[in-house]
């Protein structure tokens, strides 16, 4: 009998050894997965900030320079306008000329004694005038 009460108590305690090796090294594959878990989630908030920091980016390009259909559309006309200047067909020399104009007249649409002359035209030719002006009509002239 005591053989036999050796033996159960010997493999007795293998099992508890073999358990109490399971339970740590699932206690380390835990603490691994909750480090590994955590890691995560600071990449993921990083991502997000960074994410945040974008479409503040974009919204302000948005205002500042039109939506990104209408800039695309800019891009793809200026595209094309390079590639016309740059196969030096006759049509280049004509898109130069016609870039240059456009150029001039943005320089004159918004220089100050040029909004001047567009307010003297405006009222002399077109009988334009501001909302809070007051008209005063003579006709010791006629």
Not at 30 to 51: F, G, H, R
Not at 53 to 59: P, Q, S
Not at 106 to 129: F, H, P, Q, V
């Amino acid at each position: 009998m005591e053989t036999q009460k050796k033996k159960q108590f010997s493999l007795s305690l293998l099992m508890r050894i073999f358990l109490g090796l399971m339970v740590l090294i699932s206690v380390g594959i835990c603490a691994n997965s909750l480090m590994y878990y955590n890691q995560l989630n600071k990449e993921a908030e990083a991502l997000e900030k960074a994410l945040l920091e974008l479409r503040e980016v974009r919204d302000e390009l948005i205002e500042d320079l039109g939506s990104a259909e209408e800039l695309q559309r800019i891009l793809e006309d200026y595209e094309a306008c390079q590639e016309l200047i740059s196969s030096g067909t006759p049509t280049a020399d004509v898109m130069d000329a016609y870039q240059m104009q456009m150029d001039y007249i943005r320089e004159l649409l918004n220089s100050s004694k040029n909004r001047n002359y567009i307010i003297k035209i405006a009222k002399d030719e077109l009988g334009l005038y501001f909302a809070d002006e007051e008209i005063f009509y003579n006709d010791i002239n006629n």
